[in-house]
Nanobody, 119 residues
Framework: QVQLVESGGGLVQPGGSLRLSCAAS????????MGWYRQAPGNQRELVAL???????NYADSVKGRFTISRDNARNMVYLQMNSLKPEDTAVYYC?????????????WGKGTLVTVSS
């Protein structure tokens, strides 16, 4: 009933930038927090950044000062601007949304977009 679709991943050199986008669609009454998570090979999925419906943000220490999360509530979209990328940022990035609809309140995930930082 709810789909999250990420876009914007790709290959970038160290020090470069990428902007990820995530569009939520389907049966949506409203969205509470939206966030970006990432999972590198052999690692657990970890929180990268979170933004509430009111615009409050939270970042992993490893990305503070380099990444910026934002959202467009009218369009049910969330973005992640990633600057000064490092090889250790290489991972599959997943969008997450805390959605409420006719089924109640549920957590939804996108399928992920791969970000590779390499020279």
């Amino acid at each position: 009933q709810v789909q999250l679709v990420e876009s914007g991943g790709g290959l970038v050199q160290p020090g470069g930038s990428l902007r990820l986008s995530c569009a939520a669609s389907g049966s949506i009454f409203g969205i509470n927090a939206m966030g970006w998570y990432r999972q590198a090979p052999g690692n657990q999925r970890e929180l990268v950044a979170l933004i509430t419906s009111g615009g409050r943000t939270n970042y992993a220490d490893s990305v503070k000062g380099r990444f910026t999360i934002s959202r467009d509530n009218a369009r049910n979209m969330v973005y992640l601007q990633m600057n000064s990328l490092k090889p250790e940022d290489t991972a599959v990035y997943y969008c997450n949304a805390d959605v409420y609809n006719s089924r109640g309140r549920m957590d939804y995930w996108g399928k992920g977009t791969l970000v590779t930082v390499s020279s």
